[in-house]
């Protein structure tokens, strides 16, 4: 499966991911599977570029989190570039903040962000895909990053106890409905 909305290009000194929809539970899984190659190959920097993204969700936030941990993991940074001011006060006033850097004035990329966003615009970027998610690969997605928002502080974990446990619940009638078809 394709989502047109995220293109990306592996830079020498970065992974550059470039959304240009709104950041969600439908192309979360993509940015997943991309970063996380990227990852295995011991990249030491992802850049997500949302200056033209309208907006992010808590599904897509809760992946950037759990991306930003696995980086830091192996000593490696997540960056936020130029989201919008609603954008970027959702993630602060979850503590993404404190994972990644959002919009960093001191990073390289910024004196050639205007190079890289063409060369992604000029066919140079991939689109990403996530492959065909069913419908329990998908609420495993957003659980999992929910889960992630959830575990940083004790207020998402407020804010986010009631839909975990409503995943929690349609994962496990799921998981019993396949095992009667098995």
Same mark, same amino acid.
């Given at each position: 499966?394709?989502?047109?909305?995220?293109?990306?290009?592996?830079?020498?000194?970065?992974?550059?991911?470039?959304?240009?929809?709104?950041?969600?539970?439908?192309?979360?899984?993509?940015?997943?599977?991309?970063?996380?190659?990227? +990852?295995?190959?011991?990249?030491?920097?992802?850049?997500?570029?949302?200056?033209?993204?309208?907006?992010?969700?808590?599904?897509?936030?809760?992946?950037?989190?759990?991306?930003?941990?696995?980086?830091?993991?192996?000593?490696?940074?997540?960056?936020?570039?130029?989201?919008?001011?609603?954008?970027?006060?959702?993630?602060?006033?979850?503590?993404?903040?404190?994972?990644?850097? +959002?919009?960093?004035?001191?990073?390289?990329?910024?004196?050639?962000?205007?190079?890289?966003?063409?060369?992604?615009?000029?066919?140079?970027?991939?689109?990403?895909?996530?492959?065909?998610?069913?419908?329990?690969?998908?609420?495993?997605?957003?659980?999992?990053?929910?889960?992630?928002?959830?575990?940083?502080?004790?207020?998402?974990?407020?804010?986010?106890?009631?839909?975990?446990?409503?995943?929690?619940?349609?994962?496990?009638?799921?998981?019993?409905?396949?095992?009667?078809?098995?």
């Amino acid at each position: 499966m394709t989502d047109s909305s995220l293109t990306y290009h592996e830079f020498d000194d970065c992974l550059w991911v470039r959304c240009s929809s709104r950041g969600s539970f439908v192309n979360s899984p993509a940015l997943k599977a991309i970063a996380e190659k990227y +990852i295995a190959k011991q990249g030491e920097l992802i850049v997500v570029d949302l200056e033209i993204c309208p907006g992010v969700d808590s599904t897509f936030m809760g992946t950037l989190a759990g991306l930003a941990r696995k980086m830091m993991e192996q000593g490696g940074f997540l960056q936020i570039a130029t989201p919008t001011q609603r954008t970027r006060a959702s993630m602060e006033s979850l503590g993404l903040d404190m994972l990644l850097d +959002i919009d960093p004035a001191d990073a390289g990329w910024q004196a050639n962000i205007a190079d890289r966003r063409a060369q992604l615009s000029q066919g140079n970027g991939k689109e990403a895909t996530a492959g065909n998610m069913n419908e329990l690969d998908r609420t495993r997605h957003v659980l999992e990053a929910h889960n992630t928002l959830r575990s940083m502080n004790h207020k998402n974990n407020e804010t986010f106890g009631y839909v975990c446990e409503t995943l929690e619940e349609d994962l496990m009638r799921h998981e019993a409905e396949l095992g009667e078809r098995d």
